[in-house]
């Protein structure tokens, strides 16, 4: 007698990404199914049962213009709920926008279903009151935003997080579905089968976490215009010396009140963001050029270069030199690969924008 199939609810709303969304479906439906079959000649079913579930179940437009049309309205706890991505702006609150689906993660949660999210997902777990005095992990766009729910511990470096023994479960970046779907194949139905996914879809698990892909959000102030033109001001002069001192005397404030005005406005102390600014110049310097990693500390402002690779691998999770092989070489093989186009069959090369544009 077969055991039973592992009920996996994929929760659709119209702010869902397609590919994180289908993506998941492909992985759990190849589980156990493609490699017996297509590598070993032996018919075999997934033991997964996958479904698309919406609060309506009538066709819809998810975010990057793809129609979908759910398999099924959101009813009985499945074994396993997954929330991909969803498309929403950091800044406007989730409040009154997502209740159907709120109030059945709260029903799948209260009936012991594995609750997991990829990327900006995690948003709907806070929404529901799921993540209090919990560690999480959500796209690093949207860590702040998960911050502001109460008792929240974010983990802005990790890939993957689990709370609860194991009934809440949160990946990290946009492409963290995949982390995701492989560790869900692994754990319900063996390392092995977990594997041979990765192998036949060319997956690479996501070991060094976001902070190598993470950049500053350099949202120019409003509220605040005297802190909104430090910002600015700042951008084109972070590599000089004393740039907190400059940024006080340019503002007219005292450096009480602009440390606490710096603070509320960014998030961050006035010598964080200047760190900030200078490790995300640093990173489009390692990628598009040779220069040695001494010449390029000494150019976003940092004199002591075994300071600067110190501070690098504390922000990154990667030495200069590991960022460069990993980064460097992946715009060298883009650059390369387009190249190789036929004359009016690409837009002209352009680099990346400095921070400074």
Same mark, same amino acid.
């Given at each position: 007698?077969?055991?039973?199939?592992?009920?996996?609810?994929?929760?659709?709303? &119209?702010?869902?990404?397609?590919? *994180?969304?289908?993506?998941?479906?492909?992985? !759990?439906?190849? *589980?156990?199914?493609?490699?017996?079959?297509?590598?070993?000649?032996?018919?075999?079913?997934?033991? !997964?049962?996958?479904?698309?579930?919406?609060?309506?179940?009538?066709?819809?437009?998810?975010?990057?213009?793809?129609?979908?049309?759910?398999?099924?309205?959101?009813?009985?706890?499945?074994?396993?709920?997954?929330?991909?991505?969803?498309?929403?702006?950091?800044?406007?609150?989730?409040?009154?926008?997502?209740?159907?689906?709120?109030?059945?993660?709260?029903?799948?949660?209260?009936?012991?279903?594995?609750?997991?999210?990829?990327?900006?997902?995690?948003?709907?777990?806070?929404?529901?009151?799921?993540?209090?005095?919990?560690?999480?992990?959500?796209?690093?766009?949207?860590?702040?935003?998960?911050?502001?729910?109460?008792?929240?511990?974010?983990? =802005?470096?990790?890939?993957?997080?689990?709370?609860?023994?194991?009934?809440?479960?949160?990946?990290?970046?946009?492409?963290?579905?995949?982390?995701?779907?492989?560790?869900?194949?692994?754990?319900?139905?063996?390392?092995?089968?977990?594997?041979?996914?990765?192998?036949?879809?060319?997956?690479?698990?996501?070991?060094?976490?976001?902070?190598?892909?993470?950049?500053?959000?350099?949202?120019?102030?409003?509220?605040?215009?005297?802190?909104?033109?430090?910002?600015?001001?700042?951008?084109?002069?972070?590599?000089?010396?004393?740039?907190?001192?400059?940024?006080?005397?340019?503002?007219?404030?005292?450096?009480? #009140? !602009?440390?606490?005005? !710096?603070?509320?406005?960014?998030?961050?102390? &006035?010598?964080?963001?200047?760190?900030?600014?200078?490790?995300?110049?640093?990173?489009?310097?390692?990628?598009?050029?040779?220069?040695?990693?001494?010449?390029?500390?000494?150019?976003?402002?940092?004199?002591?270069? #075994?300071?600067?690779?110190?501070?690098?691998? =504390?922000?990154?999770?990667?030495?200069?030199?590991?960022?460069?092989?990993?980064?460097?070489?992946?715009?060298?093989?883009?650059?390369?690969?387009?190249?190789?186009?036929?004359?009016?069959?690409?837009?002209?090369?352009?680099?990346?924008?400095?921070? =400074?544009?």
């Amino acid at each position: 007698m077969s055991s039973p199939r592992i009920k996996v609810d994929l929760l659709a709303v &119209p702010e869902v990404s397609a590919s *994180a969304l289908y993506g998941m479906h492909d992985v !759990f439906a190849a *589980a156990g199914r493609d490699w017996p079959t297509l590598i070993e000649k032996r018919p075999a079913q997934s033991p !997964f049962e996958v479904r698309v579930v919406a609060s309506d179940p009538g066709p819809f437009r998810v975010a990057n213009g793809v129609w979908l049309k759910p398999d099924a309205t959101l009813g009985d706890p499945p074994d396993i709920v997954c929330i991909p991505e969803v498309a929403v702006d950091p800044a406007s609150p989730l409040s009154g926008r997502f209740d159907a689906e709120i109030a059945w993660l709260q029903r799948c949660h209260a009936a012991h279903s594995t609750l997991t999210t990829s990327c900006s997902g995690a948003l709907l777990l806070g929404e529901a009151g799921l993540l209090k005095d919990c560690d999480a992990t959500t796209h690093w766009l949207f860590c702040d935003v998960l911050a502001r729910y109460p008792g929240v511990r974010v983990h =802005r470096d990790r890939a993957l997080v689990q709370n609860d023994a194991g009934r809440l479960v949160m990946a990290g970046g946009g492409t963290g579905w995949q982390d995701l779907a492989l560790y869900l194949v692994a754990r319900y139905v063996s390392v092995d089968a977990a594997m041979q996914v990765a192998r036949l879809f060319l997956i690479n698990w996501h070991d060094v976490g976001q902070q190598p892909f993470a950049m500053l959000s350099c949202n120019r102030q409003k509220e605040d215009a005297v802190i909104g033109d430090c910002q600015t001001w700042i951008a084109h002069n972070y590599d000089r010396a004393s740039p907190v001192q400059a940024m006080i005397e340019r503002s007219g404030l005292t450096e009480r #009140s !602009f440390n606490r005005r !710096f603070k509320k406005a960014t998030g961050m102390t &006035p010598m964080h963001y200047v760190h900030t600014l200078r490790l995300e110049e640093s990173k489009l310097m390692l990628e598009r050029t040779a220069d040695p990693v001494e010449a390029i500390a000494e150019s976003v402002g940092y004199e002591d270069a #075994s300071f600067f690779n110190r501070f690098f691998r =504390r922000s990154v999770g990667l030495t200069p030199a590991q960022y460069r092989r990993r980064f460097g070489a992946m715009r060298k093989t883009l650059q390369q690969q387009t190249a190789r186009l036929p004359p009016g069959g690409q837009p002209a090369a352009a680099d990346a924008v400095s921070i =400074r544009d």
